[in-house]
């Protein structure tokens, strides 16, 4: 009897396990995977992914496919790339509940130690903890918590561009450096300057940006080789993440553990942490480090978005000083030659707006100039041969394949649907940035920079029906809780820098002109442009002056 009621049990059991194979079975041949190219066994689409800049492989998919979701492969996991921003809306914002979370990025939480940071954090309640935090401690209708350092910052720039010209690049990692730690930490903006915290942070941004990137190495989709020692040869990720710990240690510790000595101290000025101290009367120790872990992220964040945006900004005027003029003559209407642009000043100055939404959009450009991709070298050691199955090859070898994206990958937490296409549980999601602000339909012209396209010819205000840059930010839950700090900072030192200088080209020891290749660094999550020779011209004497003016007034403060 109770044999029989066993067989009776398991019949039951293997007979549901049938119906949901065949269910299972059903689902997938009627909703079939996003189409894509074929893949081969075991690397799956990674031949097709290093030979060139994915997001203009993956625009070509979505014309050649005529479709804007689209299905690869890399060493047997899924990726859906999103290339309208239809669909990045759809699924991202509307969708947010399936959407929100992120892939585990086995290099740069397990190995660099970055799982703290809540900008790649699964979604969770830990994640919504420190999410809450930020935006509670550093409110985006409150410009009184970072315009005046980020006024400052800009002031002393224009002083110290006029003294080292040729050093513009550093001096604007040194000015959003400092920005960003009188923010976070309230330190002085003038003593952080030359600080080691900023040299810190760019070190640290640029070993989370190299490892934030889906699939830059292959450890990310095979979690198994984390175990393998430094020693072994092609093992070279081990090394490079333990430089990588040793930087984004210094980052997160080393400015919170200065800031919180002068709270005891006293005398403070206010910033993020003290406000997030005021409203804990007796910080327990897990509370402490959930403020230098959110502090840190701020601080992060704040390092590289505005130093790549405004590097873009000086390569724009110097290619395209028509639209330089445009924008001086607005200024000198608005803002006259005596005193330096301000934030009240903001809604008079649509094309300096204008300009800061076209150098957003047009850093994706990038990817057509291109003509070399140096951090192949960097990465996988011997170079970058021409033959693809080579580099195939040497890639794999040495664990790590070149996969730039634009914005931070979401993970599908639950098997999906759109517009017919099954989208995978646990499938790594990615926006294609690059292809929503080429879209013709949207940006008429696209590879042609032209602030223009924001501005309405009837009245020369913004044209609102233009769609803004700001995917870059990132999509729903996920997007960028301090764009606003971003974006303001980019926009008072445009401003200032148009409002003051002539921006041109460079001469050589012979009175030559250097004019710039346009050349991008596509390697990264964002567009860098290589290195480039400017000049920087004061638009007239008195200019100095009232740059000096200005600096004794803020100081004054």
């Not at 039951?12 to 949901?20: K, M």
């Not at 040299?199 to 190495?217: C, K, L, Q, T, V």
Request: charged letters at 20%; glycine letters at 6%; hydrophobic letters at 40%.
């Amino acid at each position: 009897m109770v044999s029989n009621n066993i067989l009776a049990w398991t019949g039951c059991g293997v007979a549901l396990a049938i119906l949901y194979l065949f269910q299972q079975l059903r689902f997938r041949t009627r909703n079939l995977l996003p189409p894509g190219p074929s893949s081969f066994p075991l690397i799956g689409n990674i031949q097709c992914l290093i030979s060139r800049p994915t997001w203009i492989t993956f625009t070509e998919w979505y014309q050649k496919y005529d479709s804007d979701i689209i299905h690869v492969n890399v060493a047997g996991n899924p990726i859906i790339i999103l290339n309208t921003l239809e669909a990045a809306t759809e699924l991202f914002e509307r969708r947010s509940a399936t959407y929100s979370s992120r892939p585990p990025l086995t290099m740069l939480n397990d190995l660099i130690g970055w799982k703290w940071a809540f900008v790649g954090m699964p979604y969770g309640p830990e994640w919504k903890a420190c999410r809450k935090l930020f935006t509670t401690m550093f409110n985006p209708n409150n410009a009184d918590q970072h315009e005046p350092q980020e006024l400052k910052a800009a002031r002393n720039f224009l002083l110290n561009l006029h003294e080292k010209p040729e050093q513009y690049a550093k001096l604007v990692r040194k000015m959003t450096g400092s920005s960003i730690l009188s923010v976070a930490y309230g330190f002085d903006v003038n003593v952080v300057q030359d600080s080691v915290h900023t040299y810190n942070a760019e070190r640290a941004a640029d070993g989370f940006i190299a490892a934030s990137i889906p699939g830059s190495f292959l450890v990310d989709y095979l979690p198994w080789l984390k175990y393998i020692p430094s020693w072994v040869p092609g093992a070279s990720f081990q090394r490079q993440a333990r430089i990588w710990k040793a930087d984004m240690e210094k980052l997160l510790h080393g400015p919170f553990a200065a800031a919180k000595s002068s709270l005891i101290e006293g005398g403070m000025e206010p910033c993020f942490v003290t406000r997030c101290f005021e409203q804990l009367s007796d910080p327990d120790s897990n509370a402490e480090g959930m403020i230098e872990q959110t502090a840190g992220v701020m601080y992060l964040a704040g390092t590289d978005t505005a130093v790549v945006a405004l590097t873009t900004f000086f390569l724009a005027m110097v290619k395209y000083p028509g639209y330089q003029k445009k924008a001086q003559q607005e200024l000198d209407r608005v803002v006259g030659s005596n005193r330096l642009p301000e934030f009240d000043d903001k809604s008079s100055l649509p094309y300096i707006q204008a300009i800061l939404n076209e150098v957003l959009r047009y850093e994706s450009e990038s990817a057509l100039t291109c003509q070399s991709q140096p951090g192949v070298q960097k990465y996988c050691l011997g170079g970058s041969p021409s033959i693809p199955w080579v580099r195939i090859h040497i890639c794999l070898f040495f664990f790590c394949v070149e996969v730039p994206l634009t914005v931070m990958a979401h993970l599908s937490t639950e098997e999906d649907i759109y517009r017919g296409y099954r989208i995978p549980k646990n499938a790594t999601v990615m926006a294609n940035v690059w292809a929503m602000f080429h879209d013709e339909t949207k940006f008429p012209d696209p590879y042609t920079f032209n602030p223009d396209r924001y501005i309405c010819a009837a009245d020369g205000q913004l044209n609102l029906g233009v769609m803004e840059p700001t995917s870059g930010f990132g999509f729903g839950r996920r997007a960028c809780p301090g764009r606003h700090m971003a974006l303001s900072t980019i926009w008072i030192t445009i401003a200032s820098v148009l409002a003051v200088y002539d921006i041109s080209n460079a001469l050589d020891e012979n009175g030559e002109i250097i004019i710039p290749t346009g050349d991008y660094d596509t390697t990264t999550v964002q567009n860098r442009p290589y290195p480039f020779e400017c000049s920087f011209k004061l638009r007239s004497p008195e200019r100095l002056d009232v740059m000096r003016t200005s600096v004794e007034f803020v100081e004054g403060k």
